[in-house]
């Protein structure tokens, strides 16, 4: 994955390859080519894996530690109270730390959870052009069952295509806040959920081009990939041959030549 910050309104990314940080931004209006010869470490212990396994780790890990659980992806069926958390160290330092509710529009309005010392990276990764705080508790679950109870009333998925190709209308989150706020007022309560009132913070991401269809890039079919890099959102680069997601292929070893 690429690590991202914000400059001053702006999507900065840069790319960590054996022990060199390219600029990716840098990059943009400029053929690159990515060669993947086949060799794809774990992220947590670092031994060869042929397959990767929840984006970047090797069977054994992704069996074994807390980060790879379901409940990870579904923050409201936590089940450390049982006492069966993978990881119960791990669980209570990263789950048990303050969470935030946010709204973002990433290919519309959509609702989600981050750990407070996520933002605005998390954004950033999802290709969001809007963001907004809107509620801080302490705990992962607690940030799920808001989550959860707001589903019914707005999206939680991105709908990656769309997010891409920037078909994505300008939305006032605030006014989405407001109406959400006043759907689940007891359970906020009962939460001791804290209402946040930031301003809304938007993003411009570095694109030159949006692609008008998506062809979808993928370093095991095609182990080397080359274009023009007309632009970066989320966590894909828009190359002008198609687009890589390269949150998917997070611990593969890759060479890139400019
Ligand atoms: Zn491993």
Redesign the pocket.
Known sequence: MMKTSLVEGRANYSLTIGEDTVDMNSLIGSPIKLTFAGHIA?S??G?RTSKSFSQG??F??ARSLARCDMCIMRPETCHYHLGTCREPEWGLSNCFSPHIVYLANSSGPKVGITRASNMPGRWIDQGAISALPILKVNSRIDSGKIESALKPFIADKTNWRKMLKNEVELVDLLAIRNDLLMKIPGLIEQLEAQHLDDETLNINYPVLKYPSKIVSLNLDKTPVVSGVLDGIKGQYLLLDSGVLNLRKFSSYHVELSV
């Open positions: 774990c947590n212990c031994n780790y090797c054994p890990c």
